[in-house]
């Protein structure tokens, strides 16, 4: 089983006992907005938990999904997605969800800060993507805070479900030699 932690925070593995407070924020309107993958039913929740749970960090072409406890209250409070991509595993895609309850508490910027350093150093990753929707700024001010650089801007690239209108995506990247 995958273990990252900080002083406050605990990354692992997603379990079955996750599928509710997965569900609870991954099916808030203003978390799905900006999730390419749109929960909307507790069964949507199990089968993404499900699927996701034994995954193992380094696994070349599939997402693996790191739920965020925070220890002092022994809480799933989101998740942080890596996937390796290529045959050499050597660049990286990483997103990040967390409930808007504990928003704006350094939880994603410490967890992903964790991911990234992890990445870089045991798995000597290159290069590590994240595609985000311009709309969300505190997703955009985290990217920024690691040293991730806008690399490239998608006009009207995706339908968003929720507002119903095409929207931009912006994807960034971030070096090894620029983290370390």
């Known amino acids: 089983m995958i273990k990252l932690e900080t002083e406050r925070l605990l990354l692992r593995q997603l379990q079955d006992e996750d599928v509710e407070a997965v569900y609870a924020y991954r099916s808030d309107p203003d978390v799905a907005r900006y999730q390419s993958s749109r929960l909307y039913t507790l069964e949507d929740a199990k089968l993404f938990v499900f699927e996701l749970k034994e995954t193992q960090l380094g696994t070349v072409g599939e997402w693996v999904q790191l739920g965020i406890i925070l220890k002092n209250e022994q809480k799933l409070v989101g998740d942080v997605g890596i996937k390796l991509n290529g045959k050499q595993a050597k660049i990286g895609d990483i997103g990040y969800t967390v409930n808007p309850a504990y928003q704006n508490r350094g939880i994603a910027k410490e967890a992903v800060g964790l991911v990234l350093k992890t990445m870089f150093t045991e798995f000597d990753v290159h290069k590590i993507m994240a ?28 339908w968003d479900k929720i507002d119903q209108a095409w929207q931009d995506e912006y994807v960034y990247g971030l070096l090894k030699n620029e983290f370390l």
Do not use: Q
């Open 131 to 158: 595609t985000i929707d311009p709309r969300n700024i505190a997703s955009e001010r985290l990217l920024i805070h690691w040293g991730f650089h806008k690399e490239a801007v998608f006009r009207k690239h995706y």
